[in-house]
C-alpha cells in the first residue's frame, strides 16, 4: 500500500472526486481527515471506510475561516499524532456564464474558496508536516485553466490563481522536505459532470448520450474519465512514488489537452 501510515486531509468532500480521493487514500494504507461543510457524504464516507479496516475522522469546516481551517489540523493531530498530506479539492462555481458577466460576488466567493481556502488549509497543515519532517500537499485544478472552455471564465481564474501558487509554494517548501504538486482534471465523469449532460440535452434538446458522446469523442481515449479513476492520479502526487516530484502539473484527462 502506497499511503501506509499517512495522514492526509482532504477539503471538498462531496459525492465526486472527494468521497472517491478519501476512500481511495485509506485503501492504500493512509488515515483520511475529511473536510466538508455538510456532513453526510463525509460520514457516509467514514463508515465505508471503516468497515474496510481503515480509519477516518470527520471535521465539518469551511476552509474560507481560517479558523476552521486551524480546527481540522488540531484534530487530525489529535486524533492520529501528525499531518503528511493535503489535498486541497474544495472549490466554489461561480456558474457557466461569460466572465463579464458573472457577477462580481460569485467570483469573489469561486476565489475565497479555491485559492484563498487551499491557502489557509496550507497554513494550517505546513507546520505539522515540518515537525513529520515531509509533507506532501496536492492542489486540484482544472483543463479549463489550459483549453479555455466558455462559461467557465470564473471557476478557469480562481483555479490558475492556485495553480500558479502551488509552484511557488513548492519552491518556499522545498527545504522543509514538503512537496506541492497539481493534478489538473478534465472531465470527470462523476455527479458535477451528470448534471452538466442534463442541463445541456435539455437546452440544446437532445439525448444526455448524445451530449456524452460528443464529449467523448475530444478524447484520445474514447471516454470521460471517472472521478474514481482519476482519484489515482492523486494517490501517484500523495506517494513516495513521487518523492522527487515538485512544483509539476500532472495533466489528468485521458489525453484530450497535451501539452506541449
Not at 486551524?70 to 456564464?97: K, M
Not at 471564465?153 to 492556485?162: I, V
Request: hydrophobic share 45%; net charge negative.
Amino acid at each position: 500500500m502506497i499511503l501506509s501510515d499517512e495522514v492526509v486531509v482532504v477539503t471538498g468532500i462531496g459525492a465526486g472526486l472527494g468521497a472517491k480521493l478519501s476512500a481511495r487514500i485509506a485503501a492504500e494504507g493512509g488515515k483520511v481527515v475529511m473536510v466538508s461543510r455538510k456532513t453526510d457524504i463525509m460520514e457516509q464516507v467514514q463508515k465505508e471506510i471503516e468497515a474496510a479496516g481503515g480509519e477516518a475522522l470527520c471535521v465539518p469546516a469551511n476552509v474560507v475561516k481560517e479558523e476552521d481551517c486551524a480546527r481540522v489540523a488540531e484534530a487530525a493531530v489529535e486524533r492520529f499524532g501528525r499531518i503528511t498530506g493535503l489535498v486541497n479539492s474544495a472549490y466554489a462555481h461561480p456558474g457557466f456564464s461569460d466572465l463579464l458577466d458573472t457577477p462580481d460576488k460569485l467570483l469573489r466567493r469561486a476565489m475565497d474558496v479555491s485559492f484563498f481556502g487551499a491557502l489557509s488549509m496550507t497554513r494550517a497543515v505546513v507546520p505539522h508536516m515540518k515537525a513529520a519532517g515531509h509533507g506532501s500537499i496536492v492542489n486540484v485544478g482544472t483543463m479549463t485553466t489550459r483549453k479555455p472552455m466558455r462559461g467557465e471564465g470564473g471557476y478557469a481564474a480562481a483555479k490558475a490563481a492556485m495553480g500558479n501558487a502551488s509552484q511557488m509554494l513548492a519552491l518556499e517548501l522545498g527545504e522543509h522536505n514538503i512537496r506541492v504538486n497539481q493534478a489538473v482534471m478534465g472531465w470527470l465523469d462523476g455527479p458535477g459532470v451528470q448534471f452538466y449532460l442534463q442541463m445541456t440535452a435539455d437546452e440544446k434538446g437532445i439525448t444526455t448520450q448524445d451530449v456524452y458522446d460528443d464529449i467523448a469523442s475530444r478524447n484520445p481515449l474514447g471516454r470521460i474519465p471517472t472521478d474514481d479513476a482519476c482519484a489515482k492520479a492523486v494517490l501517484f502526487l500523495l506517494s513516495d512514488y513521487a518523492s522527487e516530484v515538485s512544483g509539476a502539473v500532472l495533466d489528468v484527462n485521458g489525453g484530450e489537452y497535451m501539452p506541449a
